[in-house]
């Protein structure tokens, strides 16, 4: 039966095995190991700095969150690129060594990572100018949702069917990207309304004041304004524009009671709705006269 002194040797021998050579270095199945383990830990603990960052610290100074996010993001991307260097030069590895192996990195990207490389880049962009950041109200190539999360590759968008859609960063630098809360949480919401032309667009207007400045979630100031908008084919149409600060992450649903609520007053006041209508004229040819 083997003694312990002849078990550590063998495990010695074993994790001193040259698995190739690198530059000047021997690369061992223990530089591999160390290597493996060290990388696990500085991407654990990073992480954890990260999330401790944005939950216990930075609220502590009234931070807004997606500033939170940027800053303590930019802060881990900083100690992983220190660990790594430190990591390798602790593990013994010849950093001369590496410049081949960058080289190749770069046909890499030349041929088949320029997806990732673009994505990762807009992330550091979206990092330090802040077009969009976490908590943001943001409309993309139709997506509508609020931004929970940037990360190195991509931007997670929630919808309001709670779905998380994930987003290339690239997408938020090279796209056209509107975003509701930008400046501030206050949007302004036009709703379009039609009616007939035997109405009285002076009492229109009074319905329609009257109605949203009961709605909940609609600010008084600034005041909401009926627009006239003109005479259109079968109505006069008219734009009702408030302002909300309570449901810019889900404005359809403000438009939809306040829809509820003009139906319901136009029918107590017997304010007609119009359909789309046309008068036809059917003349008589001479001959058949």
């Known amino acids: 039966m083997a003694t312990t002194e002849e078990i550590l040797e063998w495990l010695n021998q074993f994790f001193n095995t040259q698995l190739f050579k690198l530059g000047s270095s021997d690369f061992t199945l223990k530089t591999l190991t160390v290597l493996i383990l060290s990388l696990i830990l500085l991407f654990f603990f990073t992480s954890r700095l990260s999330r401790f960052l944005v ?60 997806n990732i490389t673009s994505n990762f880049i807009s992330g550091i962009i979206i990092l330090f100018e ?9 409309e993309i190539d139709g997506l509508n949702g ?67 400045n009961k709605q909940a979630g609609v600010l008084l100031t600034p005041e909401p304004y009926v627009r006239f908008d003109g005479f259109g084919d079968s109505s006069i149409d008219f734009t ?20 509820y609520s003009i139906f319901r007053a136009f029918k107590e006041k017997k304010i007609e709705i119009p359909f789309p209508q046309r008068d036809v004229y059917i003349r008589k040819a001479e001959s058949e006269q």
């Open 130 to 138: 802040r077009p969009v950041k976490v908590g943001d109200r943001v």
């Open 55 to 114: 939950k216990k610290v930075f609220p502590k100074y009234n931070m807004n969150i997606g500033v939170s996010e940027a800053i303590a993001t930019i802060i881990r991307y900083i100690l992983i690129i220190i660990g790594l260097y430190i990591i390798l030069q602790s593990t013994g590895i010849d950093l001369s060594a590496l410049g081949l192996l960058l080289g190749a990195l770069g046909v890499g990207i030349g041929f088949g990572l320029q």
């Open 240 to 259: 009702l524009q408030f302002w909300t600060t309570e449901y810019i992450k889900k404005p359809l649903i403000l438009k939809s009671e306040i829809y």
């Open 146 to 212: 609020n931004i929970t999360n940037i990360s190195a590759r991509a931007t997670t968008v929630l919808t309001n069917d709670n779905i998380a859609v994930v987003v290339p960063n690239s997408d938020f630098i090279n796209s056209r990207v509107i975003n509701w809360s930008l400046t501030n949480n206050q949007i302004r919401i036009n709703m379009e309304v039609g009616v007939a032309y035997k109405e009285d667009p002076f009492v229109v207007r009074e319905i329609l004041l009257e109605v949203v």
